[in-house]
């Protein structure tokens, strides 16, 4: 199933070096996107050759969060591998949870996009390996905005993609302007709508870790996101996540869509454009950054076979084998991981979205700042974040259905996050 050569380029830096053919099992918890699906279908040639088995467990994206992180936080030992992202590697890892990751020198540590390699890293020790990386920017029909006579421009005013959107939306004919994240969570509706608020100059919490989501910004970020989705979204948007979202757009039922940059591999519609995430005047934080990564729980008995299926499945081999299967092909291979990927001619032709998503993570700036005093984009990379999110995430979605108003919305919100931070000890 790979390309002849690869199989035994890749194999040649993880097990046949270490003895050959192994009976080990590993199970392996895996959000249910689209490049997580084709891993199964391609390391079918990695069990062929190494004799290591494995069981995939595919969880869409909030059940995995919880199980995993549920799993190993208390040491169960159910999964040998688990996806995590750029929240919880450099917690976790720092925490004990999860093992340090030292892979041979073939694997080229340093062909790393950046960004990624940071994100996933406590004082320099990687953690997890990026899968593929992204950030969000915006995917829309050309042949609607031409149509409608409108453009949408990179990092555009939340006014004029609101004008775009009223301008293409038409429901009488299943097309709706704009398509985003509803569903509850912090990984999310909150992943978009905290990007939305940092555009607006809005932030999770003060430099003492006091949460200010009753602000100003937060209420036009919000009262925004609302009027949006309500007026020119699909119906049920506070049930839409990616997968979702995905569906719709491939059958033709979106004019534009605002998310992960990864989601161009699996656009099936013909003539999407792509443009850099709109702001409202701070364009710092209104692309999130994010990769969802292998991570090996502390104290699993197959931590070295772990530790070799990951370096081949996070390797340049890997990326190879997408490419050359007959299923896959260029298009579909993992993205926004490793520099060396968009140097790939066959990727290059077949990847028009290529230069919009790597400008797109280039441009994320997860650093803490002065309107932020925390790392993370669309989220804040501290232990109680997920607890807050999760929280705030089920007012948002409320506010999105029309069971409550934004300003209740919001201050549900913050007395449920000021709750979460006292109990925690940032403040009395």
Same mark, same amino acid.
Request: include cysteine; proline fraction near 5%.
């Given at each position: 199933?790979?390309?002849?050569?690869?199989?035994?380029?890749?194999?040649?830096?993880?097990?046949?070096?270490?003895?050959?053919?192994?009976?080990?099992?590993?199970?392996?918890?895996?959000?249910?996107?689209?490049?997580?699906?084709?891993?199964?279908?391609?390391?079918?040639?990695?069990?062929?050759?190494?004799?290591?088995?494995?069981?995939?467990?595919?969880?869409?994206?909030?059940?995995?969060?919880?199980?995993?992180?549920?799993?190993?936080?208390?040491?169960?030992?159910?999964?040998?591998?688990?996806?995590?992202?750029?929240?919880?590697?450099?917690?976790?890892?720092?925490?004990?949870?999860?093992?340090?990751?030292?892979?041979?020198?073939?694997?080229?540590?340093?062909?790393?996009?950046?960004?990624?390699?940071?994100?996933?890293?406590?004082?320099?020790?990687?953690?997890?390996?990026?899968?593929?990386?992204?950030?969000?920017?915006?995917?829309?029909?050309?042949?609607?905005?031409?149509?409608?006579?409108?453009?949408?421009?990179?990092?555009?005013?939340?006014?004029?993609?609101?004008?775009?959107?009223?301008?293409?939306?038409?429901?009488?004919?299943?097309?709706?302007?704009?398509?985003?994240?509803?569903?509850?969570?912090?990984?999310?509706?909150?992943?978009?709508?905290?990007?939305?608020?940092?555009?607006?100059?809005?932030?999770?919490?003060?430099?003492?870790?006091?949460?200010?989501?009753?602000?100003?910004?937060?209420?036009?970020?919000?009262?925004?996101?609302?009027?949006?989705?309500?007026?020119?979204?699909?119906?049920?948007?506070?049930?839409?996540?990616?997968?979702?979202?995905?569906?719709?757009?491939?059958?033709?039922?979106?004019?534009?869509?605002?998310?992960?940059?990864?989601?161009?591999?699996?656009?099936?519609?013909?003539?999407?454009?792509?443009?850099?995430?709109?702001?409202?005047?701070?364009?710092?934080?209104?692309?999130?950054?994010?990769?969802?990564?292998?991570?090996?729980?502390?104290?699993?008995?197959?931590?070295?076979?772990?530790?070799?299926?990951?370096?081949?499945?996070?390797?340049?081999?890997?990326?190879?084998?997408?490419?050359?299967?007959?299923?896959?092909?260029?298009?579909?291979?993992?993205?926004?991981?490793?520099?060396?990927?968009? *140097? !790939? +001619? #066959? $990727?290059?032709?077949?990847?028009?979205?290529? %230069?919009? &998503?790597?400008? @797109?993570?280039? /441009?994320? =700036?997860?650093?803490?700042?002065?309107?932020?005093?925390?790392?993370?984009?669309?989220?804040? *990379? !501290? +232990? #109680? $974040?997920?607890?807050?999110?999760?929280?705030? %995430?089920? &007012?948002?979605? @409320?506010?999105? /259905?029309? =069971?409550?108003?934004?300003?209740?919305?919001?201050?549900?919100?913050?007395?449920?996050?000021?709750? !979460?931070?006292?109990?925690?000890?940032?403040?009395?």
């Amino acid at each position: 199933m790979f390309r002849k050569g690869a199989l035994r380029a890749a194999t040649a830096i993880t097990l046949l070096a270490a003895g050959g053919v192994s009976a080990e099992t590993l199970t392996i918890a895996i959000v249910n996107n689209g490049h997580m699906i084709n891993m199964q279908k391609v390391a079918e040639a990695y069990t062929a050759e190494t004799g290591v088995e494995l069981n995939w467990v595919s969880l869409e994206e909030g059940v995995l969060r919880e199980q995993v992180t549920s799993d190993t936080a208390t040491g169960g030992g159910q999964y040998d591998i688990i996806n995590i992202g750029m929240q919880e590697a450099p917690i976790w890892g720092a925490a004990g949870w999860i093992e340090p990751l030292n892979f041979s020198e073939s694997y080229d540590l340093d062909d790393i996009l950046p960004a990624m390699r940071n994100g996933l890293s406590h004082e320099g020790q990687l953690y997890a390996a990026p899968f593929y990386g992204e950030s969000s920017m915006v995917m829309y029909r050309k042949d609607l905005t031409d149509a409608a006579g409108v453009s949408i421009a990179d990092n555009d005013s939340w006014d004029n993609v609101k004008a775009a959107a009223a301008a293409i939306h038409d429901p009488d004919n299943g097309v709706y302007g704009a398509c985003l994240r509803g569903k509850p969570g912090w990984g999310d509706n909150m992943a978009f709508i905290t990007t939305v608020v940092n555009s607006y100059g809005g932030a999770w919490f003060d430099a003492d870790y006091r949460p200010v989501l009753d602000s100003p910004e937060w209420n036009a970020a919000i009262n925004f996101y609302v009027d949006l989705l309500s007026n020119y979204g699909p119906p049920g948007s506070e049930g839409n996540s990616f997968n979702e979202i995905l569906a719709l757009y491939n059958e033709g039922k979106c004019g534009m869509w605002i998310d992960a940059t990864i989601a161009a591999s699996f656009l099936e519609v013909d003539g999407v454009a792509y443009a850099q995430s709109p702001n409202a005047g701070n364009p710092v934080g209104a692309n999130w950054l994010w990769a969802w990564a292998m991570a090996i729980p502390a104290g699993s008995p197959n931590a070295e076979a772990a530790s070799k299926f990951i370096e081949w499945a996070t390797s340049k081999d890997y990326v190879q084998a997408v490419g050359n299967h007959p299923d896959f092909g260029w298009g579909a291979v993992p993205t926004g991981q490793r520099a060396s990927t968009y *140097a !790939i +001619p #066959e $990727f290059q032709a077949a990847a028009g979205f290529a %230069a919009a &998503e790597l400008a @797109a993570i280039d /441009s994320a =700036a997860p650093e803490a700042t002065d309107l932020k005093p925390y790392v993370g984009v669309q989220f804040a *990379a !501290i +232990p #109680e $974040f997920p607890e807050v999110g999760s929280a705030v %995430a089920q &007012e948002m979605a @409320a506010a999105l /259905s029309g =069971a409550k108003s934004v300003e209740d919305a919001l201050a549900a919100s913050q007395k449920a996050a000021d709750s !979460i931070m006292k109990e925690a000890g940032y403040y009395d």
